[in-house]
């Protein structure tokens, strides 16, 4: 036996013993809510020793950083620049193709995102800090969309930054309502138009 091949399968061991821990981690937090979570009822609902559990992890918030972390990459991965090149799709549809992305990333991530919208306030400092982050990211991204829009004469003279944070705010509203307190049973996809529709357009008939 190589002990290349030893390497590689107790590489893959320590691996498939990590995302145990943190599955059974989230499915906790997510029941019980992260503060009311011991790192007891952790070891427990993986199922290994105390002493396995700080061979991975230094606390229960090592853990749910690193199930942050893996969230925050997922959902910057589902932001695409605006493509303003000869030819490619318009920018609604952009837009509302990233919207969608996002949604189903977080639809996805149900569990996780839950835990974020009803304990992230507090939760501790550098959770604070990555969502703030992430929020900005997405911030900036709009801000870039409605900009783009203006010079391209769809999009009406405005305060680009703090329309792009209402309409941020108002995707961070649908989350809550639908995907955390409504179970994430809508239809993703008629969410991500309604949403591009209400912040383009708003709620008045225009003759």
């Given at each position: 036996?190589?002990?290349?091949?030893?390497?590689?399968?107790?590489?893959?061991?320590?691996?498939?013993?990590?995302?145990?821990?943190?599955?059974?981690?989230?499915?906790?937090?997510?029941?019980?809510?992260?503060?009311?979570?011991?790192?007891?009822?952790?070891?427990?609902?993986?199922?290994?020793?105390r002493g396995t559990f700080y061979l991975y992890?230094?606390?229960?918030?090592?853990?749910?950083?690193?199930?942050?972390?893996?969230?925050?990459?997922?959902?910057?991965?589902?932001?695409?620049?605006?493509?303003?090149?000869?030819?490619?799709?318009?920018?609604?549809?952009?837009?509302?193709?990233?919207?969608?992305?996002?949604?189903?990333?977080?639809?996805?991530?149900?569990?996780?995102?839950?835990?974020?919208?009803?304990?992230?306030?507090?939760?501790?400092?550098?959770?604070?800090?990555?969502?703030?982050?992430?929020?900005?990211?997405?911030?900036?991204?709009?801000q870039a969309a409605l900009e783009n829009g203006?010079?391209?004469?769809?999009?009406?003279?405005?305060?680009?930054?703090?329309?792009?944070?209402?309409?941020?705010?108002?995707?961070?509203?649908?989350?809550?309502?639908?995907?955390?307190?409504?179970?994430?049973?809508?239809?993703?996809?008629?969410?991500?138009?309604?949403?591009?529709?209400?912040?383009?357009?708003?709620?008045?008939?225009?003759?």
């Open positions: 036996m190589s002990t290349d091949g030893r390497t590689r399968r107790a590489q893959e061991a320590r691996e498939q013993r990590r995302g145990q821990i943190l599955d059974a981690a989230l499915a906790v937090f997510a029941e019980q809510g992260y503060h009311q979570t011991s790192v007891t009822d952790l070891v427990k609902a993986a199922g290994v020793a992890f230094d606390s229960k918030a090592a853990i749910f950083h690193e199930l942050l972390d893996g969230l925050l990459t997922e959902l910057g991965e589902t932001i695409q620049g605006v493509d303003t090149r000869e030819g490619a799709p318009p920018i609604p549809t952009q837009l509302e193709a990233t919207l969608h992305r996002v949604l189903r990333a977080l639809s996805d991530n149900e569990a996780l995102c839950r835990i974020l919208f009803r304990e992230a306030v507090g939760l501790d400092e550098e959770v604070d800090r990555k969502l703030r982050a992430f929020y900005e990211h997405l911030r900036a991204y709009i203006q010079r391209m004469g769809f999009i009406r003279e405005m305060n680009t930054r703090t329309a792009a944070l209402a309409g941020l705010g108002s995707v961070k509203e649908v989350v809550a309502r639908t995907l955390v307190d409504g179970g994430g049973e809508e239809d993703l996809r008629a969410v991500a138009a309604e949403l591009l529709a209400y912040n383009l357009r708003g709620v008045v008939v225009r003759g």
